[in-house]
């Protein structure tokens, strides 16, 4: 059974940082390119930044290059984001998931190519 697992969201001044984690299991991890998505509130759910197999290959949405930064661990099974300077318009649920064909451009954005997802975690970003 495939259990993807976030943890690390919490609340957050503007300005702060939060390193979000995902730890998989159940799944061949370093086979997997890995996404980052977020669904604030009354919004859809939209891509934040993914990465390939290796980590050589990271991709993210134009609003957060620059203050977010995706990384694995293959050994420990383990996708992290580390996220500077939030600002009050990053809050939302963080969601993590696994892909096995699509590491970066137009493909990868899109959360139906993903086919294992986590169940969440908050981050909320106060002004």
């Not at 919004?43 to 050589?56: C, D, L, N, P, W």
């Not at 992290?80 to 993590?96: G, H």
């Amino acid at each position: 059974q495939v259990q993807l697992v976030e943890s690390g969201g919490g609340l957050v001044q503007a300005g702060g940082s939060l390193r979000l984690s995902c730890a998989a299991s159940g799944l061949p991890f370093s086979t997997y390119h890995m996404g980052w998505f977020r669904q604030g509130p009354g919004k859809e759910r939209e891509f934040v930044a993914s990465i390939s197999r290796t980590g050589v290959t990271k991709y993210y949405t134009d609003s957060v290059k620059g203050r977010f930064t995706i990384s694995r661990d293959n050994a420990e099974n383990t996708v992290y984001l580390q996220m500077d300077s939030l600002k009050p318009e990053d809050t939302a649920v963080y969601y993590c998931a696994a892909n096995d064909k699509w590491s970066a451009g137009p493909l990868a954005r899109d959360s139906k190519r993903y086919d294992y997802w986590g169940q969440g975690t908050q981050v909320t970003v106060s002004s």
